[in-house]
Structures are given as structure tokens and as C-alpha cells.
């Protein structure tokens, strides 16, 4: 993915601009008003929980939650929306809608890169999200990687765009993306499952280094530890284990796909100081059958539809009384992500 991301940026910058692009002034020019930020968030996570046993006497475990931090990386070039606050400094928690949508504030080129190394309920994982945008009057061009840990979604993507302007509000673009991702859709745990829909888990564990002593009723993992002393324990707490180790590393050994896709979209900005209305949406009606062993269309069957869009509304009713709604939603393959806020404020005097 990194090398694509890398390829991705040459390839734009030749695209969209001159062949002295690579003089100091050009890099001068793309780098004007760039932020780079680095951040580090923390706080206090889920309380300590009390657990109780009575097995052999009573028995108190408390469960600590370690904290939770987000420590933050980027680089940003991306001109403000007027809806959007003028940021002092970026600390990696901003929501900026606005980033989501399909055109820019201005023409010409606009980049992102951030990475967040987060832990949230005692849960790690990372975030990245890195994109370049390039929009002039009749074409767009952006490529975008994005890994979210927590909605369990990663994909590298790209698309070349023909937009056509209405005025200077709307405007409709149509054009070819491409993405590259894992095989969504496939189910490891599939060749697993009997005919009467239940799944060979015992099986399944011993292929995993698992073993089980029938007699004693102790079960043992790969290291030969004793993991459970009980069927109930065994069943309840070390199978669904088993099972989501089984299928995150059979996700990983599969190769990407490549997904070729027509896409339509729009992109509609109109703003006042007392009233600002930003919308745009992407559908994916159409995807070439790669026919591969992997390929999303063996699971579906036939074509489906993925889709994105953003809505940001503001509205100022009077000097005292505003309301505000914002949100994105995200459907890619058998995945869903998305976010919003909306309510209302009150200037008492």
C-alpha cells in the first residue's frame, strides 16, 4: 500500500502541473499554507470493574482498563470550507467533515496525510487516512488510502473524473475508479460448516494446535498450557477466541483485489453567514467481474452498489437561535462507517 500511495503522488503532481514542477519555487507553491502537526491525546478509559466467583469460596478479580491515548501524525493542505473555524493548532481529533467531500474549496492540488496510533477501551489499533486532490473546471483527479481500524475497513483508491459545472454551486462528475483492498466477502469459517449449519470447531482447534484430553477434561493450547478444565469454559470462552484468530490470519495470507468500478457523483456547496448548505454523494452502480478466485462478484452474485456522501447544514435563524447538521455515510463492499452530529444553539443574551 505504500508504494502505491507513493507511485499515486508522483503520478498526480506530473499530471497536474508543468514540467518545471520540479523547481524550488513549484515545490514552494505546493507546500504554501501547509500545516504539519504532531499530537498527543490521552485520558482516563472505562472504570475498574469488580468480578465475583463463589467456585471456590468468594472470589474477587478487578478488571483495569488501561487508558486511552491518540498519538497523531500529519500533514495537511486543504483550504477551509466557510462553515469551517480557523484552526489554532491541529491536535488530531478534529472531525472535519468537509475532507470527505469530492471537490475542494479551491482549484488545483490539496493533501492529506495523517496517522493515528490509537487505544480506546483498552482496544489498539491504527488509523490512516492520506489523499491528493487535484480539481480544475472540467476534471477531477484524487487518489485516497484508508485504513480505520475500528470500523475494520482498508482500501487504496483511485478515480479520474469528468465534472461538469452547472454554475458555480453544482456540478456532476462521472468517470473510472479503482481500488485495491482485501477479499471482501470471503468467509474463512466457511469450508468448516456442516450440513446442518453448525461448524466443526473441535476439529478446527486441533488443526490449530489445539488438544483435548477426554478423559481428564482438560483442554491445552498450541504450547500445551491448559486453557480450560471444562466443555463449558472450552465452548463459551476459548472456540470464539480460536475462531477470530482463524479467520483474521486466513484475511491476511489472501492476495488484494483489484475493483474497477464506474463511478457518478455530485457535489453541491452554498454558503452565507447566516446560512451554509454543503452536500455531494458517490454511487458505484457498475464493477468489471475480474473473475478471480476472490473476486466480490462470487459472492454477491451480480452487480451491487457502493456508495458515499456527506451533508453539512447550518442555519442561523436569528442573532440568538442556529442549528447545525453534519454527517458522512460510507458503504463499501460488506462495510459500513459513517458518523454524524447535529443540534441547536442558543446565545442567551
Known sequence: MKKLLLILIVIISACSTPKKCCSQNKIKKYFKFATFYGAVNGGTSISDVDVYSVTNGLNTETVKTPFDYNIAFGLRKIARFGYENRATFYDGTESTYGDAATLGKIKGLEFLFEA?????????????????????????????????????????????????????????????????????????????????????????????????????????????????TSKDVWESVIIPDILAQYVERKRNELPVEWNHSLVLGFDYYHYTKSFWFHSWANLLPYHYDMKTKYSYHKYIKDQWYDYSGGLIFGY??????????????????????????????????
Not at 484508508?146 to 483511485?158: K, M, S, W
Request: hydrophobic content about 30%; charged content about 25%; aromatic content about 20%.
Open 316 to 349: 442561523k435563524i436569528n442573532k440568538h437561535l442556529g442549528l447545525f447538521l453534519e454527517g458522512k455515510y460510507n458503504k463499501y463492499w460488506n462495510r459500513q462507517w459513517h458518523d454524524f452530529k447535529c443540534g441547536i444553539n442558543y446565545v442567551i443574551f
Open 116 to 228: 493515528d496510533m490509537k487505544r480506546q477501551e483498552g482496544v489498539e489499533y491504527l488509523d490512516q487516512h492520506h489523499f491528493l486532490r487535484y480539481v480544475a473546471d472540467n476534471y477531477i483527479l484524487k487518489g485516497e488510502y484508508l485504513q480505520d481500524g475500528f470500523a475494520d475497513i482498508e482500501y487504496f483508491e483511485t478515480s479520474q473524473r469528468y465534472r461538469y459545472k452547472v454554475n458555480n454551486k453544482l456540478s456532476f462528475n462521472i468517470g473510472a475508479n479503482q481500488r485495491i483492498a482485501e477479499p471482501y466477502g470471503y468467509n474463512p469459517l466457511e469450508e468448516w460448516i456442516l450440513y446442518n449449519g453448525d461448524i466443526h470447531y473441535t476439529y478446527l482447534a486441533l488443526q490449530e494446535g489445539y488438544n483435548v484430553d477426554v478423559y481428564s477434561n482438560e483442554y491445552y493450547d498450541p504450547q500445551g498450557n491448559v486453557v480450560a
